[in-house]
């Protein structure tokens, strides 16, 4: 089981770390839904190396890590803007990291991020 912490409302331009606690998952993946849009992955990392990616819309203000002895993975966002509002969601699977939101098995049921002043 995934469960994800972290979220609330925060204002523009502010900081703010989303954890994702749980079990086994060879990669976990952050996505995260806009109200009224479809589900869109912006960062993974591999547990074995640690090795990252980062969606077009995560770069630059996305930072991925992850801490195995807590087993939790954590996904920083810096500069949040309005366009950040959604609901983030972390996933796991059993193989490296993919683009692709359906190969991944286990989801945990995500936390609220609003950005709003």
């Known amino acids: 089981q995934l469960v994800e912490t972290g979220g609330g409302l925060v204002q523009p331009g502010s900081s703010l770390t989303l954890s994702c606690t749980g079990s086994?998952?060879?990669?976990i993946g952050w996505f995260r839904q806009a109200p009224g849009k479809g589900r869109e992955g912006v960062a993974c990392i591999n547990s074995s190396d640690r090795t990252s990616y980062y969606a077009d819309s995560g770069m630059g203000r996305f930072t991925i890590s992850r801490d195995n002895s807590k087993n939790t993975v954590y996904l920083q966002i810096n500069n949040l803007t309005p366009e950040d509002t959604a609901v983030y969601y972390c996933?796991?699977?059993?193989?490296?990291?993919?683009?692709?939101?359906?190969?991944?098995?286990?989801w945990g049921q995500g936390t609220q991020v609003t950005v709003s002043s």
């Open positions: 996933a796991a699977r059993s193989y490296l990291c993919s683009r692709d939101r359906v190969a991944y098995t286990r």
């Open positions: 086994g998952g060879r990669a």
